[in-house]
């Protein structure tokens, strides 16, 4: 699944093709995403110029003057900018067609991705109205996970995948930032001191710090990703249960919470 550093990626890489240029079409291949793709896009969008895109949480927002397409890329979604009008495939699902002839493409093969029309207002949508501050933002910080954990009694991962806590930390980089933390993914969030949150604030500013650099390196170091935002890297504890540590050589510990693989080292995180 694109997590954050990886939509993230998305958007710097699409935002030279698209923005400033004017939507010439909105082609739709089967309109059922995760919700129905709705039709006043093909109506609102084509003539508007694409302002500027922004990423809020997980959600891509393509800001034009009457509003702004939502995009969420699911679990196997990506974009593609296209130059040559390729015929779609069996799961390329929506376009944005510009007057310059480039695309925008969306292949999602289990269709748990969304595009929307979020409206002249789109942080009202609801979507996005509930969402927490960005990680990477000033507005996270460790006094701020401290006044949020308070009387909390659910876990700190799940605390911290909460997206009305904070948007857009999805499970591998809860488990990697845990890690570097040195904090008990089992943890109850109430628990946490003031220097845990200060801790675990700045270890999540970095792992996603850390990845999107190494995606940029990789649009800078390429002709481009075939799926774009989606690149190779390595991770201290996520899916690797039973290898060693790489701070203590201990084999990382493997267990399912809440639906989501947690992986841990029992001697470095307490």
């Avoid at 400033?20 to 093909?42: F, K, M, S, Y």
Wanted: aromatic share 8%.
């Amino acid at each position: 699944m694109p997590e954050l550093p990886e939509v993230e990626i998305t958007r710097i890489a699409i935002t030279p093709y698209i923005v400033g240029n004017v939507v010439a079409a909105v082609e739709v291949r089967g309109d059922r995403l995760r919700w129905p793709i709705p039709t006043e896009l093909a109506e609102l969008v084509p003539g508007q110029i694409i302002q500027w895109v922004e990423r809020r949480g997980k959600y891509l927002l393509l800001h034009c003057p009457a509003g702004a397409v939502l995009i969420h890329l699911g679990m196997t979604g990506h974009l593609r900018i296209l130059h040559d009008g390729s015929d779609p495939g069996k799961h390329d699902h929506f376009d944005l067609v510009f007057g310059n002839g480039i695309v925008l493409r969306l292949n999602d093969s289990r269709r748990f991705g969304a595009v929307l029309w979020a409206g002249p207002d789109p942080f009202g949508h609801k979507l996005l109205s509930e969402l927490g501050p960005e990680p990477l933002s000033d507005n996270f910080d460790g006094p701020y996970l401290y006044r949020r954990s308070r009387m909390r009694k659910l876990t700190v991962k799940q605390f911290i995948m909460n997206h009305k806590v904070v948007a857009g930390i999805g499970n591998i980089y809860a488990n990697e930032a845990l890690f570097h933390a040195g904090i008990l993914p089992a943890t109850p969030a109430g628990q946490l001191s003031e220097s845990h949150c200060e801790q675990l604030a700045q270890s999540i500013k970095n792992v996603l710090t850390v990845a999107v650099n190494i995606g940029l390196a990789m649009l800078d170091n390429s002709d481009g990703m075939q799926k774009l935002g989606y690149f190779p890297q390595q991770w201290a504890v996520y899916n690797r249960a039973g290898l060693p540590c790489p701070k203590c050589e201990a084999p990382i510990q493997h267990r399912r919470s809440g639906q989501r693989s947690t992986y841990y080292c029992a001697a470095c995180q307490r």
